[in-house]
């Protein structure tokens, strides 16, 4: 099983700011604690992993995922701005799961909006990092 697990702006800075709401670990950490998870689960899980700051670069990976069988993605502020990246999951046809490291319901309003949820077999928000062992969890047992 193959998974792409996609990281959107500033999440390269995970570890040096705002701990408090995002927590203490580096995306590096945050992705061999993943590794991990997906070794113990002894299934042949393989995970890729890619983060960017760029929107048109978020789009051309999920494009580009069509061989894979889900993407876990933490679209971060895109989430609640990009009908580009919603439109590129919806067209991919790959089971998306969608990560929140923080919970987005409990914020300010403008964080309550996901354009990327309803493309998605489901969303996780404010598990911190756990998120994304839920999310593989949730794509593996759906598979
Ligand atoms: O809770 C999440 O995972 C978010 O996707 C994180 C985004 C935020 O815009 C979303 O509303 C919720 C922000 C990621 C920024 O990460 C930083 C990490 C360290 C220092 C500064 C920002």
Same mark, same amino acid.
């Given at each position: 099983?193959?998974?792409?697990?996609?990281? +959107?702006? @500033?999440?390269?800075?995970?570890?040096?700011?705002?701990?408090?709401?995002?927590?203490?670990?580096?995306? *590096?950490?945050?992705?061999?604690?993943?590794? %991990? &998870?997906?070794?113990?689960?002894? =299934?042949?899980?393989?995970? %890729?992993?890619? =983060? !960017? @700051?760029?929107?048109?670069?978020?789009?051309?990976?999920? =494009?580009? /995922?069509?061989? &894979?069988?889900?993407?876990?993605? @933490?679209? /971060? /502020?895109?989430?609640?701005?990009?009908?580009?990246? /919603?439109?590129?999951? *919806?067209?991919?046809?790959?089971?998306?799961? %969608? #990560?929140?490291? !923080?919970?987005?319901?409990?914020? %300010?309003?403008?964080? *309550? #909006?996901? $354009?990327?949820?309803?493309?998605?077999?489901?969303?996780?928000? +404010?598990?911190?990092?756990?998120? $994304?062992?839920?999310?593989?969890? +949730?794509?593996?047992?759906? *598979?």
């Amino acid at each position: 099983m193959k998974i792409l697990v996609i990281n +959107g702006p @500033n999440l390269n800075l995970l570890g040096s700011r705002e701990p408090e709401i995002y927590g203490s670990d580096t995306l *590096k950490t945050i992705e061999d604690e993943l590794l %991990e &998870f997906a070794r113990n689960l002894n =299934q042949n899980i393989k995970l %890729e992993f890619f =983060q !960017s @700051n760029h929107e048109g670069c978020i789009v051309d990976k999920i =494009q580009s /995922a069509k061989d &894979f069988d889900g993407i876990i993605i @933490n679209p /971060a /502020a895109y989430t609640h701005t990009s009908v580009a990246i /919603a439109d590129a999951i *919806k067209a991919v046809k790959v089971k998306t799961v %969608e #990560v929140h490291l !923080s919970n987005i319901n409990a914020r %300010e309003d403008f964080r *309550k #909006v996901s $354009y990327i949820s309803s493309n998605c077999i489901g969303t996780i928000t +404010g598990f911190s990092k756990i998120g $994304y062992k839920l999310a593989l969890l +949730g794509l593996f047992e759906s *598979k």
